[in-house]
């Protein structure tokens, strides 16, 4: 196990500011030069970890403090990286911005925790010798986190970058490394979600190499990656003396099968991969495409955008078909957000209304604001497939969709302590063995689901319960 990895993270001082395409172009160019990036995103977020999964043809995986404890997240980013030349994490939102007070889960919390130095990304619009206050501010803020360097973002020429960085040098010390232009745009279209996932993205190869020759052309990449370097490699490896470089993994004995298209995208590559190590086979379904399910023991529905597709999905009837009527034959169903939407009764887009799987007797409807947005906290209350009663959950939602109808005596499984779920403080319909709910889990941080999900399809394929 290496732990002396050079490392960068990649701040703002609040969301939008651009670090997202900083960290895309920066991670694009250096693979693109041959070097190994292993990309990590801060936070909960599917999109933006697509986004550098594509430019680094890696997995991306998320550094989450608040769904995970902070030894398995040290654990995945060291385990994650090996192999690589320098890892990347793109933080979110500001630098500094946790769930509390101490800033705990912020982008400095984790960049800490795995002695990452950091990047930060300013947006400069119609400012100058301001930024230099407020990158002072960062640095005194909390003196243990290693601000290295500052790309000026949305730059209106070359002399505003120039009086930008003469200031910001002069009265914090701290270099700058680059200075982008603001791009059209065009080459990266925005969603109430941030990014775009690539899968919807028809650019997604131009928009890749436009924000690598961007970088290229504007940011110092030689001197970023001669800064991304640990301090003490030999403190990490007495920190985590039995991290080892593998999982171990049992020998495959159940099928499950798992949405995988542009309606159904946003998986974490950990529950895949928990599920592989705990002996499943993973059989990817096109929601759009196949007419039925093939023989599987398991079906796992993530999250991702069903309303951009619902003509496609009720058109598919058939498959909506095969997963109705394998819900009721007692397959085991776990489902998350657009999973749910999908096993409800139908999406009400605009008036119109299209069908769905009808597992559950609930319609959605859409809104222009956020129905459920940020961590969640639940406890397991009633008799379910795979978490024992009593069992706390921390996870996150965030979504548009909203419910229209719901059967009032539909049994929910869930009580939220912290966020929205899906009415009346409840998650988690359930129906044999069918589990469906907004709340989204991370498998290290919820490893009771992995061995309970494998379990059950070998329950199902044996005696067909």
Not at 33 to 47: C, L, N, S
Not at 170 to 175: A, E, I, L, R
Not at 444 to 452: C, D, F, I, Y
Request: charged letters at 20%; a negative charge; glycine letters at 10%.
């Amino acid at each position: 196990m290496r732990y002396d990895i050079p490392r960068i993270a990649i701040a703002a001082l609040r969301g939008g500011s651009g670090k997202t395409i900083l960290s895309i172009g920066l991670a694009a160019a250096w693979t693109q030069t041959g070097i190994g990036v292993a990309p990590f995103k801060k936070g909960p977020d599917y999109i933006d970890a697509g986004w550098l999964a594509f430019a680094t043809g890696r997995h991306c995986y998320n550094l989450d403090t608040y769904l995970c404890e902070p030894h398995v997240v040290r654990t995945s980013f060291f385990r994650h990286s090996q192999g690589s030349d320098i890892a990347l994490i793109e933080g979110n939102r500001g630098l500094y911005d946790g769930i509390d007070l101490a800033g705990n889960t912020s982008t400095a919390d984790i960049a800490k925790l795995i002695d990452a130095p950091v990047l930060l990304c300013l947006d400069v619009t119609k400012s100058t010798r301001t930024m230099a206050a407020l990158v002072l501010g960062c640095l005194h803020f909390d003196p243990d986190v290693r601000i290295c360097g500052v790309v000026l973002n949305r730059v209106a020429g070359t002399r505003h970058a120039g009086i930008l960085t003469k200031a910001i040098e002069h009265h914090t010390g701290v270099p700058v490394l680059g200075a982008i232009p603001k791009l059209r745009d065009q080459d990266f279209p925005e969603r109430h979600m941030g990014l775009v996932p690539t899968q919807e993205h028809g650019w997604a190869t131009h928009s890749i190499r436009t924000s690598a020759a961007v970088v290229r052309e504007n940011v110092d990449m030689d001197r970023v990656f001669s800064l991304a370097q640990p301090l003490s490699p030999q403190a990490d490896q007495k920190k985590d003396p039995l991290i080892s470089d593998s999982l171990s993994i049992k020998e495959s004995s159940v099928k499950i099968g798992f949405l995988k298209d542009a309606a159904f995208q946003f998986y974490y590559p950990e529950n895949l991969e928990a599920l592989e190590a705990e002996g499943a086979e993973l059989i990817p379904i096109h929601s759009l495409e196949d007419q039925e399910l093939p023989e599987i023991d398991a079906l796992y529905i993530g999250g991702g955008f069903p309303e951009t597709h619902a003509t496609s999905l009720t058109a598919n009837a058939s498959l909506r078909k095969s997963i109705f009527e394998a819900a009721h034959a007692g397959l085991p169903i776990y489902a998350e957000c657009g999973g749910l939407m999908y096993l409800g009764e139908a999406l009400i887009l605009d008036g119109t209304s299209y069908p769905m799987c009808g597992v559950f007797p609930v319609r959605f409807g859409f809104s222009d604001k956020p129905q459920g947005h940020g961590y969640v906290r639940v406890t397991v209350e009633k008799k379910n497939p795979f978490f024992p009663e009593g069992l706390s959950i921390l996870g996150h939602e965030f979504r548009y969709s909203r419910v229209e109808y719901l059967q009032e005596d539909v049994p929910m499984v869930f009580s939220m302590g912290r966020g929205t779920g899906i009415t009346k403080g409840r998650d988690g319909l359930i129906f044999k063995n069918t589990l469906a709910a907004y709340t989204h889990i991370h498998a290290l941080g919820t490893p009771q689901w992995a061995p309970a999900m494998v379990n059950r399809a070998r329950m199902f394929k044996e005696y067909g319960k």
